[in-house]
């Protein structure tokens, strides 16, 4: 892949005699939307926190926004985006005050900071929310408020775990158009979700078991491999090789 925004070969993740992720090797090209599935304890928990800079790997190697997972875990921080499903909003700040802190963390200045926010109330209809205690905001809203927060500083890459737990299905839509968005503005998603209709939303799709992966392809063409109606049916073929679980 000419163009890879992440690129990882045999990467590996030993807590003692416990192989969490036993030697993946995968491309991410740049602007795409990645799925990167697995049942719980398959590894891909332990592999995101070495992609995003938060756990070095045991062995092989790996880049991510051109910086070396094995040494440049600091870099990748700060050039990267991250929402978990706990988000990472201040409830007892409001609309504008999470923004701005946001913005100092990732470096912007005061009036970068003030025209993305301007640009962020006008996307998500906030701006009547300026104020607003993020606490008090439903859950739909506090996702697409961290998703913007987390893109704020434009980064390369977006890593989002379990973005959309707990909403509606018409919320997560609305959700996905915010990923859509960002795609196509040239900022490569990389996102994991156990909702399986998401997964057919993808580029393409990756699924682990027991710390490898055992699929990787368009959601079309796996499918196709495994003669299946829907991801739904190619991810529970899939688990049922799982030796291990949590």
Known sequence: MNDAIISVRY????????????GITFEVARGEIFGFLGANGAGKTTAMR???????????????AG?????????IKRHIGYMSQRFSLY???????????????YGLGRMQILRRTVE??????????????VGSLPLGWKQKLAFSVA??????????????GGVDPVT?????????????GGTTVFVT????????????????????????????DLKKQFAAESMDEVFRRLAREAKRSE
């Open 11 to 22: 990467l590996t993740k030993r807590f003692g005699d416990f192989t969490a992720v036993d």
């Open 50 to 64: 070495m992609l995003c800079g938060l756990s070095y790997p045991t062995s092989g190697s790996g880049t991510v």
């Open 67 to 75: 910086f070396d997972v094995m040494r440049d875990g600091e870099q």
């Open 91 to 105: 409830d007892d700040l409001t609309v504008m005050e999470n923004i701005r802190l946001y913005g100092g963390i």
């Open 120 to 133: 962020i109330l006008r996307r998500l209809d906030f701006r009547s929310e300026i104020n607003t205690l």
């Open 151 to 164: 893109t704020l500083h434009r980064p390369e890459v977006v890593f989002l775990d379990e973005p959309t």
């Open 172 to 184: 997560r839509r609305q959700f996905w158009e915010l990923i859509y968005e960002a795609a196509a």
């Open 193 to 220: 979700t156990h909702y399986m209709d998401e997964a057919e939303y993808c580029s393409r799709v990756s699924i682990m078991v027991d710390g490898r992966i055992s699929a990787l392809g368009t959601p079309a």
